[in-house]
């Protein structure tokens, strides 16, 4: 099992540009989840889906991010513009719903807004 | 969300047990423990999880008391790789499918010589 795949691993941009990051969930699953990772805020959940739907998006800070999940192997992360104070680990993790459904995270995407 | 509290780090010694609490005093009676970690650099990786038995895994075994307002992470022969973040969260189950991890800002375990 190949496990949640993220791209690009690292990205480095300037303020304003538009970014997108990427993630492939594990096979099978039907629900994905995108967190943020900073030293201030530490690890918070943006936005999750089940099913390709969106269900609660309550975590996206701004109408500069969205996401959007095409079908159930893949799904991105857009910010736009971008700011210096986007800069973060950003995490993609997926699970199968259930009773016990245990979220599987991916490497991350590290990004830097100059 | 219920929450939990953990010591914010711990020393533990390579080769001996690292036992690392959590309390959960609000959790509900169907509510999940569920324990993360994170080495460096790395996404969480998923460690064990239990609602009112203890669990046991090739990775760690997981004891929760009987009133369930606590739980304790062991890790049975520490080694220097464990050194990471751990998280203790009580998983939330979400109307319209799915689950929510609350992360908080957990335990570092130093393991040394």
């Known amino acids: 099992d190949a496990g949640v795949i993220q791209s690009p691993r690292h990205e480095v941009t300037e303020m304003g540009q538009e970014v997108t990051l990427r993630c492939k969930p594990i096979s099978g699953h039907n629900s994905l989840f995108w967190y943020r990772q900073t030293m201030m805020r530490g690890l918070e959940l943006l936005i999750y889906f089940n099913n390709n739907v969106p269900i609660d998006d309550s975590g996206m800070p701004e109408d500069r991010f969205s996401a959007k999940m095409p079908n159930a192997s893949f799904s991105t992360l857009k910010i736009q513009p971008s700011e210096p104070r986007d800069s973060a680990v950003y995490f993609c993790a997926s699970s199968l719903s259930g009773a016990t459904d245990t979220q599987y995270f991916g490497p991350g995407t590290r990004l830097t807004v100059l | 969300d219920a929450k939990t509290t953990q010591p914010p780090s711990m020393d533990c010694a390579e080769g001996r047990a690292a036992n690392l609490p959590c309390n959960h005093s609000t959790i509900s009676g169907n509510e999940y423990v569920y324990w993360y970690r994170q080495i460096h650099s790395q996404g969480p990786q998923y460690i064990i999880h239990?609602?009112?038995n203890n669990e046991t895994n090739e990775m760690a075994s997981l004891i929760i008391t009987e009133d369930r307002k606590s739980s304790t992470l062991i890790l049975p022969h520490a080694t220097l790789r464990d050194t990471a973040v751990y998280y203790c969260?009580?998983?939330?189950?979400?109307?319209?499918?799915?689950?929510?991890?609350?992360f908080g800002t957990g335990t570092q375990l130093k393991v040394e010589l």
């Open positions: 969260i009580v998983r939330v189950i979400l109307t319209g499918g799915g689950n929510k991890l609350t």
């Open positions: 239990g609602l009112k």
